[in-house]
């Protein structure tokens, strides 16, 4: 497969920055509200941003260095003077309003004001949270690493949940968080973002117990495919064990394979193998489309 490789050190710093974030994608975003010693409060949005730990809870964001004046940003200087904030997470309904909140505002400016979100008071935590956000997390800044001191360098603050609200419109008693209702954005590359909606999601089952066969225990013609996507050869290999004898006698018998074992070609009767595994895929008959592609080893 041929790749385009890229010395890191010999990248101008934007193009090194849409490489990054354009690649790793979509990144969920923080919407932090954070204050400063005088009681100024501030609220952003950063897509730089994650849970790294339950126990103990950890988020961690990075309000980085501006890349046009390596400036710090006030979130990140509040941090420093009042170590807490809150964590609100972002949905498809708040988008328009998050990217008022980007904005560089003045520091005697109310994001939450420009940006028409409603600051609750927070338990625990001075800085309030965003009562429009599906959930939002209280939290006590552990740590705040710098990664740099030149234009683009991350500032990691490390922050401890203490208190975890969910808004009762997806609040879900069995599963805690109905996806659904939650609907959250993701961001991208350039202006793009991406939904958690139905339509785009999807599910990826972890191999049963016990452990799948793996990759290496597929037959050859099929890592060679041009049909079988690495997904769907990964739902194969994760099937706990090669077809019986008795099952790929079986599946031989059936009139629809019949008609591709007639093919003179192998290549053929490979290429026409494959397209049905792919449709029984479709159709979540996984155990059927493990013995067609045994059918030849």
């Keep these: ?13 934007q193009m090194l920055n849409q490489l990054l974030i354009s690649a790793v994608s979509p990144r969920p975003i923080a919407l932090v509200s954070s204050i400063d010693n005088s009681g100024k409060v501030n609220l952003s949005p950063f897509s730089f941003f ?48 998050i990217a008022l909140a980007s904005n560089r505002f003045p520091k005697e400016v109310n994001e939450f004001e420009k940006a028409g979100l409603t600051p609750i008071k927070s338990n625990v935590v001075a800085p309030p949270y965003v009562g429009e956000a599906p959930v939002s997390f209280e939290c006590i800044v552990d740590q705040v690493l710098s990664l740099g ?21 997806c609040y879900c008693p069995d599963n805690l968080v109905d996806l659904e209702k939650l609907d959250l954005i993701g961001r991208m590359g350039g202006s793009y973002y991406c939904s958690t909606r139905s339509e785009s999601r999807f599910e990826i089952k ?49 009139p629809e394979i019949e008609i591709i074992f007639e093919q003179k070609e192998l290549e053929e009767k490979i290429n026409l193998l494959h397209h049905k595994i792919k449709d029984l895929i479709k159709k979540e008959q996984f155990e059927e489309a493990l013995c067609c592609l045994f059918l030849i080893q």
């Excluded at 234009?151 to 949940?161: E, P, Y």
């Design 1 to 13: 497969m041929k790749t385009h490789t890229f010395n890191v050190d010999e990248i101008e710093g």
């Design 50 to 97: 994650n849970i790294f730990s339950f126990n103990p809870p950890i988020l961690i964001f990075s309000p980085s260095r501006r890349s046009r004046d390596n400036t710090t940003k006030h979130t990140y200087e509040n941090v420093l003077q009042v170590p807490q904030v809150s964590i609100s997470i972002v949905n498809y309904a708040m988008g328009q309003q």
């Design 149 to 169: 001191n030149e234009a683009g360098s991350g500032n990691l603050v490390i922050s401890k949940i203490v208190r975890l609200h969910i808004n009762d419109s």
């Design 206 to 254: 972890n191999p049963e117990t016990p452990i799948g066969i793996g990759f290496d225990q597929l037959p050859k013609h099929a890592l060679g495919s041009d049909v079988l996507t690495g997904n769907i050869l990964g739902k194969l290999a994760s099937m706990a064990q090669v077809p019986s004898q008795e099952s790929l006698e079986i599946c031989r018998a059936n």
